[in-house]
């Protein structure tokens, strides 16, 4: 198993910034549940941002490296700058899980967000650590969060097989932790 996590996590963490995104229930969160606990047990500092306690239940909580904290969608700009400090203090992977798009009912809200995550991209490039957006599939919003991610990944489940599949073309497959 920590074999496949490994290549999984190595696959990932090249990329400064991504944008992963799935059907509900297709293994998102539990992946990055898995990455995170796999990097803090080697030793590096994990932000994980949450909407709903589900997306961390697969996080083991006896790793001290990963820190917790819980989003509230009405004041997601301040968690988006809470994301950049951990980016600048050293955190080697901030994941934001997830991002709602759907309670963005104005253009202006819609441009504020994407603002943050084009400037939390910059930085995460700049001190050469990875953020991760995670979101539900709706086409309209992933178009244009895309466009401020190095990277963008679909997720899928199939029984115990969970698949990635890059923008680029990159598939993995590999079989349910």
């Known amino acids: 198993m920590e074999a496949k996590l490994s290549s999984i996590a190595d696959a990932l963490l090249q990329k400064n910034s991504l944008m992963i995104y799935g059907r509900s229930g297709a293994g998102k969160s539990l992946l990055m549940n898995k990455i995170s606990t796999y990097l803090a047990e080697k030793g590096e500092k994990v932000l994980y941002i949450f909407n709903h306690p589900s997306a961390i239940s697969n996080i083991s909580v006896s790793t001290e490296r990963i820190v917790l904290l819980s989003m509230n969608s009405?004041?997601?700009?301040?968690?988006?700058?809470?994301?950049g400090n951990a980016i600048r203090k050293g955190f080697r992977l901030v994941v934001v899980d997830e991002i709602s798009w759907d309670f963005l009912y104005s253009l202006a809200e819609m441009r504020d967000i994407l603002l943050w995550v084009s400037l939390l991209s910059n930085l995460a490039k700049s001190f050469s650590k990875t953020l991760v957006l995670v979101s539900d599939e709706e086409q309209?919003?992933?178009?244009?969060?895309?466009?401020?991610v190095d990277s963008v990944i679909r997720v899928d489940?199939?029984?115990?097989?969970?698949?990635?599949?890059?923008?680029?073309?990159?598939?993995?497959?590999f079989k349910l932790f």
């Open 140 to 148: 309209a919003s992933l178009k244009l969060a895309s466009r401020y």
């Open 74 to 83: 009405s004041v997601l700009a301040k968690t988006l700058i809470l994301a």
């Open 157 to 173: 489940r199939s029984g115990n097989m969970i698949s990635l599949e890059w923008n680029t073309g990159t598939k993995l497959l």
